[in-house]
């Protein structure tokens, strides 16, 4: 990859990041996208929860990646909560969850973030705020926010944090879950890519793989080649920087294609890219965690495994990620060379027969 393109996607990846799509509240985002889309000449069609573009060989390939992102839900007079865990997104979140496990971390990570209201259907600006307090309600199960500035606000309304990409070091940081990917995913159309891209709603709140699984039972499609895209967490930079894209062979749910899982394999030692299987990470530590006596983590739960699971294996494939650090902040950074290595491998996988 040349700096030129390593520009470009950057370019992308700027402007997507400054539109809100706090989960739940998509469609301004999904309309948007659409547009981006449309100008590579891609046939684009939206769905509940899902947004689906395809090129000239929409059967080439299946890539999937969700678009929504962390924020708040005005639930009532000057009352905002975590929109992944308000009433109304509960949907598949399983106590063992990645997300379940993070959330207990974070509550304090909030302080003073600057934050945006704005109209779910239109994306139109209401208003910006400033997070003075965040605390874990245990009675409700969620966190809760103070914010000064958006008392005018009416119970529904989507806050998103304000987000700006910064570049520094040779890392990126801004909320990059999951715009990151969705960004190489237009970039891939921008070069030529012929296949079908599925970008689905509501992951951070469970829901995603069912719009994906509807989506290919409304269309009579069983494959074995379906690539999701996400980021991946580690703990700190060193950790994260160790390798420049993560693949699995599992998850809690379900094990992966392993002919897929092998392409992707292959496309990393062609271009000399260091990539882990999480999967073997995650049970390595837990090898040494129940030796100590502790509880073991959960392998985690991918938008793939739960398809995998629900359609029996009819939808199979494998997932490329991104390592970052910041999980679920504002500042999950992700490496420059980390980004590079992802397109050289979608480029590999996609864009060749």
């Given amino acids: 990859m040349t700096k030129s393109d390593l520009d470009d996607f950057l370019d992308i990846l700027k402007q997507l990041v400054r539109h809100p ?30 947004l689906v573009a395809s090129g000239s060989r929409p059967d080439h390939m299946h890539i999937s990646a969700h678009v929504d ?22 949907g598949d979140l399983l106590g ?22 704005y109209v779910p259907w239109s994306g139109t600006y209401l208003g910006k705020g400033t997070i003075k307090r965040s605390y874990l309600c245990e009675r409700r199960g969620n966190l809760v926010f103070e914010v000064e500035g958006l008392d005018h606000v009416l119970p529904g309304t989507p806050v998103a944090y304000q987000d700006r990409l910064t570049v520094n070091y040779s890392r990126v940081s801004a909320q990059l879950d999951n715009v990151l990917t969705t960004a190489m995913l237009v970039y891939l159309f921008r070069h030529g890519y012929q296949g079908t891209v599925l970008f689905t709603a509501q992951e951070e709140a469970g829901r995603s793989w069912r719009f994906l699984l509807e989506w290919f ?23 994260a920087d160790a390798q ?9 749910n379900a094990s992966f294609n392993p002919k897929t899982v092998e392409q992707l394999e292959t496309a990393c030692k062609k271009y ?33 495994g739960r398809v995998v699971l629900a359609s029996e294996g009819a ?22 060379a980390s980004i590079e290595a992802m397109l050289d491998v979608l480029c590999e996988v996609a864009l060749t027969d």
């Fill in 96 to 117: 063992d969850s990645v997300s379940e496990q993070t959330f207990q971390t974070i509550a304090e990570r909030f302080h003073e973030r600057f934050v945006q209201a």
């Fill in 272 to 304: 000399g890219i260091r990539y882990l299987f999480k999967d073997d990470y995650i049970i390595k530590q837990n090898e040494t965690r129940v030796a100590e006596g502790k509880s073991p983590y959960s392998l985690g739960s991918t938008e793939l």
């Fill in 69 to 90: 992102r962390h924020g708040l839900i005005c639930t009532g007079p000057n009352e905002f909560q975590y929109a992944a865990f308000v009433a109304r997104n509960r």
């Fill in 21 to 50: 799509s706090v989960v739940g509240s998509e469609h301004a985002f999904f309309r948007y996208l659409q547009r981006e889309l449309e100008e590579t000449h891609a046939t684009v069609t939206l769905y509940e929860g899902l």
């Fill in 244 to 252: 420049q894209v993560v693949l699995r062979k599992r998850d809690a």
């Fill in 315 to 336: 939808i199979q494939g494998a997932t490329l990620q991104v390592p970052t650090t910041g999980y679920h902040t504002p500042e999950e950074s992700a490496a420059l």
């Fill in 217 to 239: 039972r409304r269309c009579g499609i069983e494959t074995q080649d379906l690539l999701v895209l996400d980021t991946s967490p580690f703990p700190d930079i060193a950790t």
